[in-house]
């Protein structure tokens, strides 16, 4: 039996033939590296992703949380803007006592974040309650006071005198402000 393939036949399967060599050529050499290459890059990808939303997610909470403590801390956050004024502390607090006296302010330069000045304090108190009073009100003031001990009371009749130092802080003004 004699098989006759036209000479038709015969290129089509020349060419068919040598398609699907160049097709597993090309497959093998770089189809398949490549693939391997994106399987790896994908997998990478996604780890990056997967830490970009976790640090969206912290940056998240962290500014709610920042705002929940400015919003809720506002009044420190202004007194430590606020300069300190020795006339209107005088007159703020005189009626706590029935002589308050405040000697000039010094300035103590620290090389920390906050300008703090010393304040020397005499008054006369009529009691040691109003003393605590006084106290508590400049803990609800407009300045960021810490009093300084010790504390000296001494008796003179019916009046007791005191002397005690006062410290007012500020924040530094930041000069390299990006605007």
Not at 82 to 92: A, G, V
Not at 116 to 125: A, D, G, P
Request: no cysteine; proline share 2%; charged share 25%.
């Amino acid at each position: 039996m004699k098989i006759n393939f036209s000479r038709q036949n015969i290129y089509l399967l020349a060419i068919s033939t040598f398609l699907l060599i160049s097709v597993l050529i090309f497959s093998f050499s770089v189809l398949i590296p490549k693939g391997k290459e994106y399987r790896i890059k994908k997998a990478e990808l996604k780890k990056m992703d997967l830490k970009a939303k976790q640090l969206d997610n912290f940056s998240y909470k962290t500014m709610e949380i920042l705002q929940k403590l400015q919003s809720d801390n506002r009044h420190i956050i202004t007194a430590f803007d606020t300069d300190f004024n020795p006339q209107r502390f005088e007159k703020q607090y005189k009626n706590f006592f029935t002589s308050l006296k405040l000697s000039k302010k010094t300035r103590i330069d620290n090389d920390n974040e906050f300008s703090v000045y010393e304040v020397n304090t005499t008054s006369q108190i009529s009691s040691p309650k109003s003393f605590y009073n006084f106290l508590e009100a400049i803990n609800k003031s407009d300045w960021i006071i810490s009093v300084n001990f010790p504390i000296n009371f001494k008796r003179d009749g019916e009046t007791i005198n005191s002397h005690f130092t006062m410290k007012a802080y500020k924040n530094k003004k930041d000069l390299n402000i990006t605007k």
